[in-house]
C-alpha cells in the first residue's frame, strides 16, 4: 500500500491569503487526485494530477483558483489561492495502486480561513 | 451521472451489538464500490473493496460487504462492534475501466457517523 504525508496537517489563514498544500508520497504512483472535504460534507474531487501532463479539473473548480503542480511521481502540491472563508476544508491527496486497483488517501489538511 | 447515498447520517449502537450501514448506488456500468473509515483527525482507511466476483466481500477490522446488484447496494456489516470502531463511514463507486480517463474518480456518499455506546 502506498504510505501518502501532507504538509500542513492544519492551518489557519487569512482571507485574500493563499496557502500552498504538499503531498508526498512513499512510492512512484502516475495518477494522483486532490479531494476537498467541507465541514460536515463528504469528499468532492478537485482535480487529477498525473505526472507529465496538465492537471484537470472537475466541474466547479478552476485552476486559477487551485493551481496544481506535479513535478514528478512522488510529489504533488496544490495552491489554494486568493482565500475566503468558503475555503475551509480538509484538503485531502490521493493516489491509485493500478497493480491492486485501489486508492490510498493523504490524512489531509485542515484549512480554516478568517 | 453517478451518485451514492447513505441514508442514515448518524448510527448509534451498544458495544458488541450487531451493526449494518446502508449503500445505494447509481452507475452507468459495472462499478468498483469501496468503503472507508474516518477517524477524527485522520485520513481515510480503505476498510473494503468490490470489484467482481463473490459478492460477499471481508475486509480489515472484522467489517464485511453484500453487493446486491439488484438492489444498487453495497452495504457494510459487523457482527460485534468494537468502541474503537466510532468514526464516520463513507461508501464511494468508482469506474471500472483501468485506463480509461474517469479511471480513480470516486464519487462518495454524505458519510455515516457511527457513536459505540459502553
Known amino acids: 500500500s502506498a504510505v501518502i504525508s501532507q504538509k500542513p496537517s492544519r492551518d489557519i489563514c487569512q482571507r485574500g491569503t493563499s496557502l500552498t498544500i504538499q503531498c508526498q508520497v512513499d512510492?512512484?504512483?502516475?495518477?494522483m487526485f486532490w479531494y476537498r472535504q467541507q465541514p460536515g460534507q463528504s469528499l468532492t474531487l478537485i482535480a487529477t494530477?498525473?505526472?507529465?501532463?496538465?492537471?484537470?479539473?472537475e466541474s466547479g473548480f478552476v485552476i486559477d483558483k487551485f493551481p496544481i503542480s506535479r513535478p514528478n511521481l512522488t510529489f504533488s502540491t496544490l495552491t489554494v489561492s486568493n482565500m475566503s472563508p468558503e475555503d475551509s476544508s480538509i484538503y485531502l491527496c490521493?493516489?491509485?495502486?493500478?497493480?491492486?486497483?485501489?486508492?490510498?488517501f493523504g490524512p489531509g489538511t485542515r484549512l480554516t480561513v478568517l | 451521472a453517478q451518485s451514492v447515498t447513505q441514508p442514515d447520517i448518524h448510527i448509534t449502537v451498544s458495544e458488541g451489538a450487531s451493526l449494518e450501514l446502508r449503500c445505494n448506488y447509481s452507475?452507468?456500468?459495472?462499478?468498483?464500490l469501496f468503503w472507508y473509515v474516518q477517524s477524527p483527525g485522520q485520513g481515510l482507511q480503505l476498510l473494503l473493496k468490490?470489484?467482481?466476483?463473490?459478492?460477499l466481500v471481508q475486509g480489515i477490522k472484522g467489517f464485511e460487504a453484500e453487493f446486491k446488484r439488484s438492489q444498487s447496494s453495497f452495504n457494510l456489516r459487523k457482527p460485534s462492534v468494537h468502541w474503537s470502531d466510532a468514526a464516520e463511514y463513507f461508501c464511494?463507486?468508482?469506474?471500472?475501466?483501468?485506463?480509461?480517463?474517469?479511471?480513480?474518480?470516486?464519487?462518495f456518499g454524505q458519510g455515516t457517523i457511527l457513536t459505540v455506546h459502553p
Open positions: 490521493s493516489v491509485v495502486d493500478t497493480s491492486t486497483d485501489t486508492q490510498y
Open positions: 512510492s512512484q504512483v502516475t495518477m
Open positions: 494530477a498525473n505526472q507529465g501532463s496538465e492537471a484537470t479539473y
Open positions: 452507475y452507468g456500468a459495472t462499478p468498483y
Open positions: 468490490y470489484f467482481s466476483g463473490d459478492t
Open positions: 464511494a463507486v468508482g469506474p471500472h475501466n483501468a485506463g480509461g480517463t474517469s479511471y480513480g474518480k470516486l464519487t
